[in-house]
């Protein structure tokens, strides 16, 4: 891809090099530590638990003015991406939620996680979450007995996500570290009471108390509330904004003409009233996801656009693989997945595909992304297939798009429900035309031969199939025959009931359509794009960098003047209006600290570019264009820097390219 | 303003001429009829009763792509005008929120309506509005045995949003209709009890059944829910965003470098369990907030850019002229409002000017837009002034803006509640140099002389003033002098007790900030600035327009080829691409029915402009361009037409304008 090409300026943990005249850049001097980072995005208010001055409330979290921006240029990149680039159909839907809505949809009975609780403190724990910490830990204690510890394995890293448990230098059996690797693999596959037999069988206890838990019950995940003022009408607020596009298919396929496919789609809040969440943006009760409804035919699931992604090429991770205690992935474009039917059709693959394109523009490491399908009792309920986007980072791999193949789940259940035809009405091309045998009662006779039992006969024989009929017709032509229906023998004759062939000619199909959605978690999504974009400077691990695409920057250009003296105001008016004409954000730091500590607090909140206006740009009219990563600087003339800077922003040109454009500073004034 | 002129093309209601090749339209030809403008609104999926098909709930709407498009539209505005405009800090915060964060706020206690419940069926009403609405059909019938019932007053609009009262032509005496009219000019002053009185006093019944009502009761407008898997921590749906800004204060202040005034603005999803809603948009239990917290120094209200917007009129109708029974408005500049205390300072009143100027950009019509002042007992709990942007449309006047002055009153109790100060830290200029008499006991003599009273005699020292102390200072030069406390007496001598002058020096002032607050309900102004826009042809009633202005439409530019035939695909394409890269949203309909059909169809969803590729277009790569409210068509190149329909989506240029840079169309093909 063109694109990963491009984008390779600024993603971290690579070395850069380019031309001449710029810094080497090594983004990977310093190994990867999250409290650094995470002390960063708390400092520079990018997002902070929520009620903190109450003392906090787990897994709510507000985001501050750098996190706000971040999240709306992602998701507005989203938009452009999805629902522009598809003409999908965009909706704002209701989260306040009549319980009849969520007991049809199954979430009432089935939007749950098994927790269990510490037998005698009462503490509540996610049951398969406190299954994987134990028995990882006492891998890491074998490893460590063994002499092996220096090299935890992926998932090992899972563990700093949960509650942790201690891990102590033990060595185990060899079967056993098999039997618990076995475990790991299929961590998500397992039953409430399978996950209660593993805590017993191996001895799983609480490791904040080492006492023993109870049997697995189920916690819905729902918050439960009530709407009006009697409190006679229970509510939920939506865990997912799904349900709001279903009830809504009518008028969504009346506003399309009546056509599918189409996709649906939808950005808003949804809650999960999460048993213990302590993993930051990574598990909370509150969050901000963007999801797709496409509604296509289930007899033809084949995508228009499909050829335009069929060779990219991606990470995969089968429920095959998985079950066979593996977590390896394999690389191979999405056409040949599709052909080779391990991605199960077109849509889906053409979604997996546009995902895989969406999270690398945004500055996802490809690397360090994969899609893992659903093992068959990891599933939501409403699910037949599904594959997550999942990103590596410092917590282990973390679903953070899932795309599922939901069928006609939800419209059928629904419809069901309210009585409501939620189908497509198509009309066929060529008619279907059918003979069937049709049996035609005489009332009168009927009636006076049978009375109130009529009803059973009428019942007996509308309930015939063809070869039935066909038979009785056969008897008919022979005079009269008996057939018995519910205890009673009934005698039929060619006067009481007659049977004829007739003609059907149907030219409507109707059909209810079936549903692939994309599901994406922007909290998740931003806080691994953050890990993947941070680094710290190699002469100084205390400056730390966010290389965030430009696309996704909170403020694309910083301009600094060399002091808040009046002199340098219209210059500075100049610049920010010319780059606003440009369509760039820009953002003024005219505080009174030194143009290098300014430009490092910038560092940290991403800002890819920086323009400096000192007292030559007063005399001559020239201005110094500073870029992040390298802390490489060029000088040229206001407009030809604004010209530049505009298409490194656009991403019509690169770094290395603006250097060929402009003149590298060599000045006397030392910004950095 | 230059701003009301520009848009005056886009203002239905309104006649509008141009120069000689232009159409006249007659927006007002057919009285508006919300009924029309409701069924376009639902057939078009512009919103739609929320859980439709499980039969709805009260007070709850989805949105629609092109309802979801408006009003995205608008949203972007309001960032562009207010947060990007002022440097605003923006804020994503969290809407499930801990019980005592709304206890120490105050609305545990006070966010709560007055209701009354109906004595045999127990049928529940909010008790303003049954007042409002029985007493306005009494007027109502008594204008109509008076024979004025032609001219209904603006406010007697009020009671179709409300539970409909039914009208009786019957005579009042001319001194209850007094009484009436100045109860209702202050509907919304007063208490619970007070409303009770007056059901009681003018025998007010609940007008489905005509049983009396009971006394009227607090009902508390937050959705309760509780948070965590144990059920021990309760929790209310935000009813306004506000909270999230003030408890972030002190981060908001660390990020804006310690300095205010600034402010902070969030959009998002607020929530009130409405007692009875039957309003449309106009009154639900879930909408979409804009809040601006502009924090600023209680001292000092005054507004670094109150001179950009001096000279702006507004209709002011203030809580003076409100209590004396009347709703007469005032035009006034803002400046003059501000010079004459009619608006309290230049920060409330920059924002009044701020709030004006926006409605008006995005399409409000500015007769039918007025500030009203909240009296006394209508004012939320937390506020000290408060004015309203109210909104004329068919159900009455609506309020769709607060401007609220919370003064110190928010921080204040969450600093007093979780002891965190949420102040600002200012250095001052010049230190403040203060002199004191200072007491000191010498604690040896004082312990030997009192033992278990030492304490009580500090404490009454301590308590003592400036001129107290003086007085004291001047008896202990004398000798020794006696003072009582507690009941007691002490004997006070220099070795007991010394008094001198001493200095302070204090070079920090600390204070706890005001807020002013406007805070906006977009789908109130959604909903009225759909009103302001609809009207229907003069020669044809069936045919609805929506006259939005470019800025908020959803679609901007309809591409309309002659018919879906392959040859017009490159054109469509073409024109397409050139319009997305003038960063123009576009649509193409290429649906099988007539062009005609096909504009009227966008004329309901307000598309502003239209092109028709046809096989002119194909053979001399010609365009014609349509303008929604004139139905006028102008030809000419393609590349011309991208040109001039880009201005007038920008707003650079005008229809007439365009007129005179195009050639008039009068081809053939109509296509109206």
Redesign the interface.
Known sequence: MRLRSFLHQFLPQRRCYSHSTMSVVNKSAHPFDKSRLDALLNR??FY?P?????GG??G??????P???L??NIIAEWRKHFI?EDHM??????????A??FETSGHVARFADW?VKDTKTGD?LRADHLVKNVLQARLAGDREARGLAAQPKDDEKDKKKKKKAKTVAVQLADDLVKEFENILAQAHNYSGPELGELCRKYDIRNPDTDNEVGEPQQ?NLM????????GQ?P?F?RPETAQ?HF??F???L??N?GRVPFASAQV??S?R?E??PRAGLLRV??F?MGEIEHFVDPEDKSHSKFHQVRDIVLSLLDRHVQVSGSTQVTHMSIGEAVDRGIVANETLGYFLARINLFLIKIGINPDRLRFRQHMGNEMAHYATDCWDAEIENATGWTECVGCADRAAYDLSV?SAK?G?P?VVRQALKEPVVTEKEVPEFNKKVLGMAYGRDAGVLQKSVGEMDQAQLTRLKGELAQGSTTISAQGKEFSLTPDLLTIQRKTFKQSIREFTPNVIEPSFGFGRILYTLLEHSFWCREQDIERGVLSLPPIVTPTKVLIVPLSAKEEFDPLVQEVSTKLRKA?I?SRVDD?NTSIGKRYARNDELGTPFGVTLDFASVQNRTMTLRERDTTDQLIGPIDDVIAVVTELVQGTINWPAACQRLPAYDGVQAVD
Not at 89 to 98: F, G, K, S
């Open positions: 520079r208010f902070a929520a009620f903190e001055i109450y409330v787990a709510l979290y507000d985001y501050g003015p996190g706000s921006s999240q709306a522009v159909l965009e909706l704002d839907t209701t989260i306040m939620t009549p009849p809505v927790m509540v916690f918050f439960a509330s009530s709407i009006g003022p009697t009408h509510g607020l709001g009830l809504n009518s008028r969504l009346d506003f003409n808003g809040r809650f009233n048993i213990s009760r509150e901000t629904h309210t409501q939620l369509g954000f505080s």
